[in-house]
T-cell receptor
Framework: QQQVKQSPQSLIVQKGGISIINCAYE??????FPWYQQFPGKGPALLIA?????SEKKEGRFTISFNKSAKQFSLHIMDSQPGDSATYFC??????????FGQGTRLTINP | DGGITQSPKYLFRKEGQNVTLSCEQN?????MYWYRQDPGQGLRLIYY???????QKGDIAEGYSVSREKKESFPLTVTSAQKNPTAFYLC??????????????FGAGTRLSVL
């Protein structure tokens, strides 16, 4: 019940296209859902986050869509650029508890 | 320059040896965490600490030990009992509290390999 399932494992998108990464969870007590971006050999960095009382949050080209009833949330990257090529992790947090991470998605944007 | 500093960047362990990974933060965060990352896998929690002199086991604590004597420091020891220590180790910190987002900020990681 503490798991967050992330898909796909890897994704290849053409430059200018839309990248979509999906996550699903079971624990309805999770109350904060961040996304992290990680470049090779570096630590993850917070990209964007959402609370379950909001259905969508947009920051520049990055949008989180949240479906509370389906217990699913997704990251959309509009106008994908080669510099967006990285591994993306979704995560879920319950109160002051530890973060639970998805398995990660390796995104490649072809020029 | 605020942030989380992990050292060393690369570390090699011999058979039967204990090694210690350093993590220091100057963000004044109360909570600190250690994660292990294997190729193609997500981050798995090893240990975390929400206050000085207290820490909790994560999902994969066996073969690891930690201490939290200072707010700024949370070193991780990979003991000889950890039979498969080769991985990328990430340290993180976060504020703690009802109003805080508890967002975790990560260091640049230490890559540990077995000789």
């Amino acid at each position: 019940q503490q798991q967050v399932k992330q898909s796909p494992q890897s994704l290849i998108v053409q430059k200018g296209g839309i990248s979509i990464i999906n996550c699903a969870y079971e624990n309805t007590a999770f109350d904060y859902f961040p996304w992290y971006q990680q470049f090779p050999g570096k630590g993850p960095a917070l990209l964007i986050a959402i609370r379950p009382d909001v259905s969508e949050k947009k920051e520049g080209r990055f949008t989180i869509s949240f479906n509370k009833s389906a217990k699913q949330f997704s990251l959309h990257i509009m106008d994908s650029q080669p510099g967006d090529s990285a591994t993306y992790f979704c995560a879920a947090l319950q109160g002051a508890q530890k973060l639970v991470f998805g398995q990660g998605t390796r995104l490649t944007i072809n020029p | 320059d605020g942030g989380i500093t992990q050292s060393p960047k690369y570390l090699f362990r011999k058979e039967g040896q204990n090694v210690t990974l350093s993590c220091e933060q100057n963000l004044n965060h109360d909570a600190m965490y250690w994660y292990r990352q294997d190729p193609g896998q997500g981050l798995r929690l090893i240990y975390y600490s929400q206050i000085v002199n207290d820490f909790q086991k994560g999902d994969i604590a066996e073969g690891y030990s930690v201490s939290r004597e200072k707010k700024e420091s949370f070193p991780l020891t990979v003991t000889s009992a950890q039979k498969n220590p080769t991985a990328f180790y990430l340290c993180a910190s976060s504020p703690v509290g009802q109003l805080a987002k508890n967002i975790q900020y990560f260091g640049a990681g230490t890559r540990l390999s077995v000789l």
